[in-house]
């Protein structure tokens, strides 16, 4: 059965850091495009960042420079690395599984809060 | 990077009813077009790929169709489970874009 499990959200001041986790069973995070997307409060929802089964990564130019997508395939786990966190970054973030051209798998989501 | 506009932003219906969804994008996109449900609190679930594919699982009282700019999500037979917001999203070129929902009320 296909499993994403986020951890990792919580409140940060203005400019601070958060490393969001997505942990992955029932397939191979690194053979498959995966996805972040957001949902900021009374807002639709927002792609973040893509990263392909190759490698290559791909950013909103909201967050370009802030924030970095990765993986670590020992533990089949997706991350984002957000870093000089804005008021406008908080929102629930989900990550997706990319299959084909749509979201076939989503996580439950881990809220950040960028408050001071 | 190409705009998606659904509508109506709302709508209000009854169990039984028929309801349909409006979503059109700011340029071709062929059918690269997919259709999402959202439920308070919970993630997105996929409904509709690629404009008219029903995702395994999902009742057969889905159905979507468009190809283009123009595109439509329809319930036929609206349950008191189908009552969510729900999404249209491109996948025809990066960034991904999404509408910006149609909240489905109890009338």
């Known amino acids: 059965e296909v499993q994403l499990v986020e951890s990792g959200g919580g409140l940060v001041q203005p400019g601070g850091s958060l490393r969001l986790s997505c942990a992955a069973s029932?397939?191979?995070?690194?053979?498959?495009?995966m996805s972040w997307v957001r949902h900021a409060p009374g807002k639709g929802l927002e792609w973040v960042s893509l990263?392909?089964?190759?490698?290559?990564?791909y950013y909103a130019d909201s967050v370009k420079g802030r924030f970095t997508i990765s993986r670590d395939n020992s533990k089949n786990t997706l991350y984002l690395q957000m870093n000089s966190l804005r008021t406008e970054d908080t929102a629930v973030y989900y990550c997706?599984?990319?299959?084909?051209?749509?979201?076939?798998?989503w996580g439950q989501g881990t809220l950040v809060t960028v408050s001071s | 990077d190409i705009q998606m506009t659904q509508s109506p932003s709302s709508l209000s219906a009854s169990v039984g009813d028929r309801v349909t969804i409006t979503c059109r994008a700011s340029?071709?996109?062929?059918?690269?077009l997919n259709w999402y449900q959202q439920k308070p609190g919970k993630a997105p679930k996929l409904l509709i790929y690629?404009?008219?594919s029903l995702q395994s699982g999902v009742p057969s009282r889905f159905s979507g169709s468009g190809s283009g700019t123009d595109f439509t999500l329809t319930i036929s037979s609206l349950q008191r489970e189908d009552f969510a917001t729900y999404y249209c999203?491109?996948?025809?070129?990066?960034?991904?874009?999404f509408g910006g929902g149609t909240k489905v009320e109890i009338k």
């Open positions: 999203q491109q996948s025809y070129s990066t960034p991904p874009t």
């Open positions: 340029q071709s996109i062929s059918t690269y």
């Open positions: 997706a599984r990319q299959l084909s051209s749509w979201y076939d798998y």
């Open positions: 029932g397939f191979i995070v690194s053979s498959n495009y």
């Open positions: 990263i392909y089964s190759g490698g290559n990564t």
């Open positions: 690629a404009a008219s």
